[in-house]
């Protein structure tokens, strides 16, 4: 309903609506905080919504999104307090064994390219299941359904450290030498990955290597590719990173 007509329509439905808060105590509608256009938009100056007591609230404590063919939730956002805890969760609901289920955090430029998002999706009651991070075209996985990341994973009871250390040899000696680094806490086996940062006094290239001794500590080993003698004192910048218990 368009017209004339239509904001009649609208205003006498705006003077019964204050009627029944007046007569019922309640509180003054107070026009143009609420309109419904000709398309069934909404625009409100503000929404309250009741938190739920429970992880699983009634509807009317929901947002929801319903598939237009039967009316099933495909999406819902959820708040609630209960526990000590206040949350809110944002479901994407599928609706058959088969079907994929996704939430999806996005940001876009001022020219509506996307260039971060993050998504939550599963397949197949759990079949497949990933958490994706992307930002500016580059995507990692977080973690899949079998525990698999782009990154590095500790378990809970396993430590880590990353640091600098220094690997120095006396000129006129063979291009290999060790330097002994300590996992803080650890009182086992210890396991690292190492890069070098920098190398002055010699031009050889540098291979590192790590040997574990099993006591909370490590040897980072390092020599050069050629095994060659730098002709005066030379030394290796190293960067590491250990894990262990």
């Known amino acids: 309903m368009t017209g004339p007509l239509a904001a009649r329509v609208q205003a006498l439905e705006r003077r019964i609506a204050a009627l029944a808060a007046s007569q019922a105590g309640g509180e003054q509608f107070i026009p143009n905080t609420y309109t419904v256009d000709a398309n069934g938009n909404v625009s409100v100056t503000g929404i309250n919504i009741p938190a ?20 099933a939730v495909v999406a819902e956002i959820i708040g609630f307090s209960s526990g000590g805890a206040e949350v809110v969760a944002v479901r994407a609901d599928a609706l058959a064994p088969g079907d994929t289920s996704q939430s999806l955090l996005d940001v876009l430029d001022d020219q509506g390219t996307e260039q971060g998002n993050i998504v939550v999706t599963q397949t197949a009651r759990g ?30 009871t396993e430590l880590s450290t990353v640091g600098t250390a220094t690997i120095t040899w006396p000129g006129g000696t063979a291009f290999s030498n060790t330097t002994n ?14 890069t070098v940062d920098g190398i002055a006094g010699t031009t050889d290239a540098v291979v590192m290597n790590i040997h574990t001794r099993g006591d909370g500590t490590v040897d980072l080993r390092g ?18 990173l250990l894990w262990g218990s």
């Open 52 to 71: 739920g007591t429970s992880t699983t609230p009634p509807s009317q404590d929901r947002i929801r999104w319903l598939r237009q063919s039967d009316g």
């Open 127 to 156: 079949a497949t299941a990933q958490v994706l991070l992307t930002a500016a075209g580059h995507t990692r996985t977080a973690v899949d359904q079998l525990g698999r990341s782009d990154f590095l994973v500790l378990s809970s």
């Open 181 to 194: 680094v300590a996992l803080p806490g650890a009182g086992g086996n210890v396991f690292g990955i190492a």
């Open 223 to 240: 020599k050069t590719a050629g095994g060659g003698s730098p002709a005066a004192a030379a030394s290796a910048t190293v960067d590491y």
